[in-house]
């Protein structure tokens, strides 16, 4: 499987607040597999993801599909600089 680097990375939170910076389809991809849980969302990160690795769609189609997934499991960050680890766990959003 190839890399297929995104144009900008997409950076998530992970654990307990940590940041992490996804920046080709492969780790978008394994970070999708790993996740816990079995979502609309989920499946289909994952099925773009492997789409994208065969070569049947777009690295960026495929980012908008994940991005799409991490926003609705409000792991995504936004915008900005990747804020320092803390040790403390981010605030939820009500």
């Known amino acids: 499987m190839l890399a297929k680097p995104f144009e ?3 950076r998530i939170w992970v654990g307990m607040g940590f ?3 996804l920046n ?3 780790d978008a991809y394994q970070f999708a ?3 816990c849980g079995n979502s609309p ?3 289909a990160a994952i099925r773009a993801c492997k ?3 065969a070569g049947d769609i777009d690295a960026e189609t ?3 599909v994940f991005v799409a997934f991490a926003r609705r499991k409000d792991i995504l960050i936004e915008d900005g600089p990747i804020p320092p680890p803390t040790g403390k766990a981010r605030p939820k959003h009500a």
Do not use: I
Request: avoid cysteine; aromatic fraction near 4%; charge should be positive.
């Open 8 to 10: 900008t990375p997409v």
């Open 19 to 21: 940041p992490r910076q």
């Open 24 to 26: 080709t389809v492969a």
């Open 33 to 35: 597999v790993d996740w």
């Open 41 to 43: 969302e989920q499946k």
């Open 51 to 53: 789409a994208a690795l």
């Open 62 to 64: 495929a980012k908008g």
